[in-house]
């Protein structure tokens, strides 16, 4: 028989007065799973996410966690919770090792366990060197990879992490990409929320696009790629809207999904390569043009028609 899931929504719903942050939504995570909510600011996903954490109530709907109701076992559900918050909430005043000893002693652990999971984690998130140094001394990338280490000194059976490489530089985000990697291959199972593309494909073995409170997509990355648009992404771009006009009445006959943007065509195809080349002969000279490999944020474009950033 198939392990029970340790996240199960059905109709989650979470509203704020009259704004609706999550409106019906069905999730499952599987154990073992690295599973993403991907969307803009305002999409809901950080409202899922407290539900999940226990820290929110649903206004309805159903919400079973580790196999067990958040209204009811809240308490219960969160000592077997680990959570990286958005924004760092360590004790500046202390240590590295002291923020690890006294979060620890939250889940009423023995002090020598405490000690040896503390050395243990800053060997993983490599801070074991500064573990003598005062939290406010760090910077982002380290703060950020203590925060993750100091979610892990319970041994939780889920990880929680809320957008977290945001605000940080390209480097320390792969060395934090690198630790969740770890944390996958001995097989924790990972719930996060980002708006950055690279990095839900990077970690996440499925995710759901959310927009408005709601799911608008759902799967693995490449599925979610291949389905909604294609391999490849030819894009052109015009010395103004006229030019890009006629490309359009140029590609119309062809059935290829396309996106209009100012001065600017988005084609997906199967094989950019050739589309380029029937363009060329037909006469068409854009200002620019690339070929490129189709990625999530093409797949949120396609589906809402606006960027991610917005």
């Not at 593309?197 to 696009?209: F, G, K, N, P, S």
């Not at 065509?265 to 200002?287: C, I, N, Q």
Request: hydrophobic content about 40%; overall charge negative; aromatic content about 4%.
């Amino acid at each position: 028989m198939n392990a029970a899931p340790l996240v199960e929504a059905h109709g989650l719903v979470k509203r704020f007065g009259d704004l609706c942050a999550v409106d019906g939504i069905d999730v499952r995570v599987e154990t073992g799973e690295a599973f993403g909510f991907l969307g803009p600011n305002g999409a809901g996903k950080t409202s899922t996410m407290r539900m999940i954490a226990c820290v929110s109530a649903p206004t309805a709907g159903t919400l079973r966690v580790l196999g067990m109701d958040p209204r009811r076992d809240g308490p219960r559900i969160r000592a077997r919770l680990g959570v990286v918050h958005q924004e760092d909430t360590l004790d500046l005043e202390l240590s590295v090792r002291e923020n690890l000893l006294v979060f620890g002693r939250y889940f009423s652990l023995p002090r020598p366990v405490i000690r040896r999971r503390a050395d243990e984690l800053l060997a993983f998130v490599q801070l074991a060197d500064r573990r003598d140094d005062r939290v406010d001394a760090l910077s982002g990338g380290m703060r950020r990879r203590l925060s993750i280490a100091r979610a892990l000194i319970n041994e939780p059976d889920l990880l929680l992490l809320d957008e977290p490489t945001t605000g940080l530089d390209p480097q320390a985000r792969h060395l934090v990409w690198d630790r969740l990697h770890e944390l996958k291959e001995t097989g924790t199972t990972l719930v996060l929320t980002t708006h950055y593309m690279d990095e839900a494909e990077q970690l996440c073995d499925r995710l759901v696009i959310m927009d408005g409170g709601r799911i608008v997509a759902e799967g693995t990355p490449r599925d979610l790629i291949e389905t909604h648009v294609g391999r490849e992404v030819v894009d052109l771009r015009f010395a103004d809207d006229a030019a890009r006009d006629a490309a359009l009445a140029r590609l119309d006959g062809d059935r290829l999904r396309t996106e209009v943007l100012p001065r600017r065509l988005l084609a997906y195809t199967d094989d950019g390569d050739r589309l380029v080349a029937r363009l060329t002969r037909s006469g068409l000279h854009p200002a620019a043009l690339v070929v490129r490999r189709a990625s999530l944020e093409d797949v949120f474009l396609t589906l809402t028609g606006r960027s991610l950033e917005e």
